[in-house]
Nanobody
């Protein structure tokens, strides 16, 4: 069993940066792909990005490509989402999710473990 806890969200102005962290406990993330998703009220949870188990492969939604970057520190059992040039449309609750032994995918159903989410609000 993996417990995931996101942190680093907050209220920022457009153009600012935030770094979200996804810390795991209960089980190592070392063999797990980790995805980031976001959700606004009334809409489906959408894919933001994913990273495979050793960071060799990373995938991003078109809406965040070039602005967001995922990295991981397996020694710290933590995955990061660096968000730069934030826009008001990035406002959402951000979730991380783990897929043990998976390759990293855009599909929500592939992920077995989810965090509770952290709110990111970008003002114009």
């Amino acid at each position: 069993q993996v417990q995931l806890v996101e942190s680093g969200g907050g209220l920022v102005q457009a153009g600012a940066s935030l770094r979200l962290s996804c810390a795991a406990s209960g089980r190592t993330l070392i063999n797990a792909a980790v995805g980031w998703f976001r959700q606004v009220p009334g809409k489906e949870r959408e894919f933001v990005g994913a990273i495979d188990w050793n960071g060799s492969n990373k995938y991003y939604a078109d809406s965040v490509k070039g602005r967001f970057a995922i990295s991981r520190n397996n020694a710290k059992n933590t995955v990061y989402l660096q968000m730069d040039s934030l826009k008001p449309e990035d406002t959402a609750v951000y979730y991380c999710a783990a897929d043990p032994y998976g390759p990293g995918t855009r599909s929500r159903v592939a992920y077995n473990y989810w965090g509770q989410g952290t709110q990111v609000t970008v003002s114009s």
